[in-house]
């Protein structure tokens, strides 16, 4: 690697940049103040190739070129604009290590969450000092940022150049693994000691999230931020309900109370099976406890648990929204800071969303691209300039990676519907949705055909809404797919997630369209936006899933004759299973349709790795 | 002018509004009113064969043809005919015995050939040939028939039957209604059959898949019950009828650790099964099934996962006929209504006030094909005991036997309805 990289001289320093980048690119963003009206105002960096940028996907017509750089621009400019003007000076960089600092007790808070905040966290600050100070080697490198005079070659960055800083970073980023772990033991075993039982308290993924990244912050410097927040996306063991002890900790915590169903399915006993009844009443009867809780968050959350907000967008866009208003009611209490509050305050409302109803794995991408923005805050700012930063943060997610998204996917999508075309889908996807629809004001022949299935019913809303606009559906159940299948020529589908194997997460039912269109040879096509990629890998439905109310099965509405089931809960030997997602192999999608470009399933990891993890948050 | 026109009359009008459920107690129904037919047709003194066959066969085109779809309708009036033709043989077969050799006469077993002489065979054969071929039950219980007509001759003269032209009426109507009450006897216990089955395919602990509901699904398990102890059963639901509810409740009080699913869960259950096991409505010529609908999503689904796809059917279900455009010919479309409420969306369904065609089509069809080449095995409740022909000795049928055993009966099935 180093003698590749030592004959260019210029891009040494831009290495070292790059490396550093993630830790160094919070502060410029809190410092310019709101970042969205700064960024397009400075045309020159505006016009700048980042390194770390990728070109604009090639699929786009002509028309949404528009689109894709803009986000790309949008979401590096700071970068540029940041370093040029500031980085020269060293207060910017003593600024951060503060900054960091109190960051990592921030996390350490959210640790401890509840009760006894305040006295283990000083603990752990002092116990970080040390490790902190440890962290010689890598705190000079950030010293030696590039000078300002090094930016404009920036902007003449070749693809050779490009790949020397890939390695670079690689490198660096080794090396910090290295020297980090040896430094981290004495350190990480004081902290252990003075908060023994912060991991224990883990009990939701994203807070178990937070406990090994803990570990990692507490270890390491400020500028190993970069591998701190790579921790956090990479794929964490997620609570096995089959873990007594676990659940038992989990329980103690818990704000709503939870009443495990008396028939569980053996074969799901890792997962939270619970009455589901019982849920919503106890909620409303501790409405005026909760006090920790937001009634925006109270609010969403018991619409996730009656079902009334459903679809991964939706749940994801009044998560974000709820957040928002949380945070727009948020004021920091007296001797507390905003970077170490706000987290906490943040994690107590996604562990109540998870006890409503688990989250989806886009949900949790949007929330571990947010957290990660309240201790990048400068503490120089005031509370309502962090504050507004958070909401056009949270804004910008929601639009570009949500809005503009699904109008990139419906725009590509419409272009793979031709006259005469029968379209299949299964359940109610908002973005096929909206591909039937601007297919049809193209003024394209169509038919759908809505195949739904039981026990949810989505499609029923869907044929109404597509019915209402005049476009000729056929209505038929998830049986009779095979009988349909002979007459459709496009099948699209929506997905909950697209894992970096190529498997299609999306709702039960999905797999079985998806295998049948496949032996009739019909192309399927799958619609997703790219936030909700992820690194994780699943082979099957079984080991990671989501459980609805059984008693959903058991009901069949709009018939009262089938009524076999009502006092199934007596029986020891019945139970009834209710699965809400599962995967679809790879092999059964032709297509993924994604704001990038349309791309076979075996490309899911190019997007994960280019566009995901640290680019995938603007 | 005969008397069993009105229970005719009822049972067709049962089958056109589908109240009969269930391929076995529409096998059993019709082999019961063919009974009544045939013992309330008046017969005259000669060409009774030929007038019962008659009578039998107009009761069959009309029961058919108010069901089409109930295959077992078919297969039973064939059966019946064949019953007919084959005891109007022996009867003649043994008239002419005794014309010719007026000492031997057979009073046998009516389902043994009993010919005398050679003479007598070769007659026989001939009304064989003429009539029937070898119908499905003869090569498979009594096949060696034509092979070995000699007998050992019976003694015992019957004096009183022999001079008696109107007790001989009487005497291939008797064997006829006997032939057809054994007949329904196998109906009956086609699923204790196919049970004894059981022990060999179900082991302890294992997994088990099953679709919709299946009378003969549920005895099979509770023999694998009885004899193996516990294993696990998931029962799909089997939408929009949901009968599984049914199953799971029946076996779950048989004290089987029974889960429902839904429909849709049944690619994410099925990795985790051992074996699949379903009823079906019929089994076609090429071995084939015609079954509940969302079969086939079931047998892909099991093909793709390599997990045997077993199939249990009583004989009652094998139908000579080869599915073409089974899902079109061989379907039904049941009410909207079980799919969509009737209110809801009627605005949408009704053809006067659009223009055009409507916007809403719903699609509710019965019954699903699944092609041979995804049934693993057939379990049926007939023992098949000829092995040049089968090569088999068992009640366990590849598609590739049903096919040979079709192609060597289907001319005694087609020729005649």
Same mark, same amino acid.
């Given at each position: 690697m180093d003698p590749r990289r030592m004959p260019r001289t210029i891009t040494d320093p831009k290495i070292r940049q790059v490396g550093f980048f993630a830790p160094v690119a919070p502060p410029d963003v809190s410092m310019l103040g709101p970042p969205r009206p700064t960024t397009p105002?400075?045309?020159?960096?505006?016009? &700048?190739?980042?390194?770390?940028?990728?070109?604009?996907?090639?699929?786009?017509?002509?028309?949404?070129?528009?689109? &894709?750089?803009?986000?790309?621009?949008?979401?590096? /400019?700071?970068?540029?604009?940041?370093?040029?003007?500031?980085? &020269?000076?060293?207060?910017?960089?003593?600024?951060?290590?503060?900054d960091n600092f109190s960051k990592d007790s921030g996390w350490v808070l959210n640790e401890n969450s509840g009760k006894a905040a305040v006295k283990p966290?000083?603990?752990?600050? &002092?116990?970080?000092?040390?490790?902190?100070?440890?962290?010689?080697?890598?705190?000079?490198? !950030?010293?030696?940022?590039?000078?300002? =005079?090094?930016?404009?070659?920036?902007?003449?960055?070749?693809?050779?150049?490009? %790949?020397?800083?890939?390695?670079?970073?690689?490198?660096?980023?080794?090396?910090?693994?290295?020297?980090g772990s040896k430094k981290s033991i004495s350190a990480s075993a004081v902290v252990n000691s003075a908060n023994a039982n912060t991991k224990k308290v883990a009990k939701a993924p994203p807070q178990k999230k937070d406990s090994s990244s803990v570990a990692a912050s507490e270890k390491r410097g400020g500028d190993r931020q970069t591998d701190k927040d790579r921790k956090k996306d990479a794929p964490h063991p997620r609570m096995q309900f089959d873990d007594e002890d676990r659940v038992e900790k989990a329980k103690k915590r818990s704000v709503v109370k939870?009443?495990?169903? %008396?028939? %569980?399915?053996?074969?799901?006993?890792?997962?939270?099976?619970?009455?589901?009844?019982?849920?919503? /009443?106890?909620?409303?009867?501790?409405?005026?406890?909760?006090?920790?809780?937001?009634?925006?968050?109270?609010?969403?959350g018991l619409r996730f648990l009656t079902g009334d907000i459903s679809g991964g967008n939706a749940r994801c866009i009044a998560m974000l929204r709820a957040f928002q208003e949380s945070i727009e009611d948020y004021s920091t209490p007296a001797e507390k800071e905003l970077t170490r509050d706000l987290p906490t305050k943040i994690n107590g409302y996604v562990s109540f969303l998870i006890q409503c109803r688990p989250l989806s794995i886009s949900m949790g991408n949007a929330i571990s691209f947010l957290k990660p923005k309240i201790p990048e805050l400068s503490s120089t700012m005031s509370e309502s300039e962090a504050k507004a930063s958070l909401l056009s943060d949270i804004d910008r997610f929601i639009n570009e990676k949500i809005i503009l998204a699904e109008k990139v996917i419906v725009r590509l999508a419409v272009t793979k519907i031709r006259d005469g075309d029968?379209? /299949?889908?299964?359940?109610?996807? =908002?973005?096929?949705?909206?591909?039937?629809?601007?297919?049809?004001?193209?003024?394209? !022949?169509?038919?759908?055909?809505?195949?739904?299935? %039981?026990?949810?019913?989505?499609?029923?809303?869907?044929?109404?809404?597509?019915?209402?606009?005049?476009?000729?559906?056929?209505?038929?159940?998830?049986?009779?797919?095979?009988?349909?299948?002979?007459?459709?020529?496009?099948?699209?589908?929506?997905?909950?997630?697209?894992?970096?194997?190529?498997t299609v997460y999306s709702r039960v039912g999905t797999a079985s369209v998806a295998m049948v269109a496949h032996q009739f040879r019909v192309p399927v096509l799958v619609c997703c936006? =790219?936030?909700?990629?992820?690194?994780?890998?699943?082979?099957?439905?079984?080991?990671?899933?989501?459980?609805?109310?059984?008693?959903?099965?058991?009901?069949?509405?709009?018939?009262?004759?089938?009524?076999?089931?009502?006092?199934?809960?007596?029986?020891?030997?019945?139970?009834l299973l209710n699965l809400t997602y599962d995967a679809t192999p790879s092999d059964y999608i032709s297509m993924i349709i994604t704001e990038y470009g349309m791309i076979p399933p075996t490309s899911v990891p190019v997007i994960v790795q280019e566009y995901g993890g640290e680019h995938l948050l603007i | 002018m005969p008397d069993y026109r009105g229970l005719v009359d009822e049972f067709v009008a049962k089958l056109n509004k589908r109240k009969v459920e269930g391929s076995q107690a529409t096998a059993r129904l019709t082999a019961e009113l063919l009974r009544s037919v045939v013992s309330l047709q008046k017969l005259p003194c000669k060409n009774q064969a030929s007038v019962l066959i008659e009578s039998v066969r107009s009761v069959g085109v009309q029961l058919i043809a108010a069901n089409p779809i109930e295959l077992a309708v078919g297969n039973i009036v064939r059966r019946v005919l064949h019953i007919i033709r084959e005891e109007d043989v022996s009867i003649l077969t043994s008239n002419t015995g005794d014309l010719n050799l007026s000492t031997e006469s057979g009073d046998e077993e009516i389902e043994q050939d009993n010919n005398p002489s050679?003479?007598?065979?070769?007659?026989?054969?001939?009304?064989?040939?003429?009539?029937?071929?070898?119908?499905?039950?003869?090569?498979?219980?009594?096949?060696?028939?034509?092979?070995?007509?000699?007998?050992?001759?019976?003694?015992?003269?019957?004096?009183?039957?022999?001079? @008696?032209?109107?007790?001989?009426?009487?005497?291939?109507?008797?064997?006829?209604?006997?032939?057809?009450?054994?007949?329904?006897?196998?109906? @009956?216990?086609? *699923?204790?059959?196919?049970?004894?089955e059981a022990v060999e395919h179900i082991h302890q602990n294992e997994v088990i898949l099953t679709f919709g509901r299946s009378r003969t699904v549920l005895k099979f398990l509770r023999a694998a019950k009885e004899i193996k102890g516990s294993f696990k059963v998931f029962i799909a639901e089997g939408a929009p009828r949901c009968q599984g509810h049914v199953l799971a409740?029946? $076996?779950?009080?048989?004290? $089987?650790?029974?889960?429902?699913?839904?429909?849709?869960?049944?690619?994410?259950?099925?990795?985790?099964?051992?074996?699949?096991?379903?009823?079906?409505?019929?089994?076609?010529?090429?071995?084939?099934?015609?079954?509940?609908?969302?079969?086939?999503?079931?047998? $892909?689904?099991?093909?793709?996962?390599?997990?045997?796809?077993?199939?249990?059917?009583?004989? *009652?279900k094998l139908c000579p006929l080869y599915p073409h455009n089974q899902e079109v010919s061989l379907n039904e479309m049941r009410?909207?209504?079980?799919?969509?409420?009737?209110?809801?969306?009627?605005?949408?369904?009704?053809?006067?006030?659009?223009?055009?065609?409507?916007?809403?089509?719903?699609?509710?069809?019965?019954?699903?094909?699944?092609?041979?080449?995804?049934?693993? $095995?057939?379990?049926?409740?007939?023992?098949?005991?000829?092995?040049?022909?089968?090569?088999?000795?068992?009640?366990?049928?590849?598609?590739?036997?049903?096919?040979k055993l079709v192609c060597l009966t289907e001319n005694a099935y087609s020729i005649h309805v």
């Open positions: 105002s400075s045309p020159v960096s505006g016009n &700048s190739l980042s390194p770390v940028m990728i070109p604009p996907p090639r699929h786009l017509s002509s028309d949404n070129v528009l689109l &894709s750089p803009h986000i790309a621009v949008d979401s590096f /400019l700071p970068v540029g604009s940041y370093n040029a003007s500031e980085f &020269s000076s060293s207060t910017a960089t003593e600024d951060f290590s503060e966290n000083t603990h752990a600050a &002092s116990g970080l000092t040390p490790a902190v100070s440890n962290e010689g080697p890598p705190m000079e490198l !950030q010293k030696q940022q590039p000078p300002a =005079s090094s930016m404009p070659k920036k902007e003449q960055t070749t693809k050779a150049e490009r %790949r020397a800083l890939q390695d670079a970073q690689r490198t660096a980023k080794a090396a910090a693994n290295a020297g939870q009443t495990e169903s %008396r028939n %569980r399915v053996e074969l799901f006993r890792h997962l939270p099976q619970y009455e589901h009844g019982t849920r919503i /009443l106890d909620l409303e009867s501790h409405f005026f406890q909760l006090d920790t809780v937001h009634p925006a968050i109270y609010t969403v029968v379209l /299949l889908t299964h359940g109610s996807s =908002s973005v096929v949705e909206m591909i039937f629809l601007c297919a049809q004001e193209l003024g394209k !022949q169509f038919r759908v055909v809505i195949v739904d299935s %039981r026990p949810k019913l989505e499609g029923r809303m869907l044929l109404r809404r597509l019915v209402g606009k005049g476009i000729s559906c056929t209505y038929t159940h998830l049986n009779a797919i095979s009988y349909i299948m002979h007459e459709v020529t496009r099948v699209f589908l929506g997905a909950s997630s697209v894992l970096s194997n190529g936006e =790219s936030y909700k990629f992820h690194k994780r890998v699943q082979l099957d439905s079984i080991c990671f899933n989501e459980l609805g109310d059984p008693d959903a099965i058991a009901r069949v509405s709009g018939k009262e004759d089938i009524n076999y089931l009502n006092d199934w809960a007596s029986s020891q030997n019945l139970q | 050679s003479f007598a065979a070769s007659i026989a054969d001939i009304y064989r040939s003429s009539l029937c071929a070898p119908s499905l039950h003869a090569l498979l219980e009594d096949a060696p028939s034509t092979k070995a007509p000699c007998r050992i001759y019976t003694s015992g003269v019957d004096s009183e039957e022999k001079d @008696d032209k109107h007790s001989l009426s009487r005497k291939l109507k008797h064997f006829v209604i006997e032939a057809i009450k054994t007949l329904i006897g196998d109906i @009956d216990s086609c *699923h204790d059959q196919i049970a004894q409740k029946e $076996l779950a009080g048989q004290g $089987l650790k029974s889960t429902v699913i839904g429909d849709a869960a049944v690619f994410a259950i099925i990795a985790r099964v051992n074996l699949v096991i379903v009823g079906v409505h019929a089994v076609m010529a090429n071995g084939g099934v015609i079954a509940p609908i969302g079969m086939h999503m079931v047998a $892909l689904a099991a093909h793709k996962h390599a997990i045997p796809f077993v199939v249990v059917a009583g004989i *009652h009410s909207p209504s079980e799919l969509l409420e009737f209110g809801k969306f009627s605005n949408f369904m009704d053809y006067s006030t659009g223009v055009g065609a409507p916007p809403l089509h719903v699609a509710n069809p019965t019954f699903d094909y699944v092609p041979p080449e995804l049934v693993s $095995l057939l379990i049926t409740d007939v023992y098949c005991k000829e092995e040049e022909i089968l090569k088999l000795e068992n009640r366990l049928w590849t598609s590739n036997v049903v096919k």
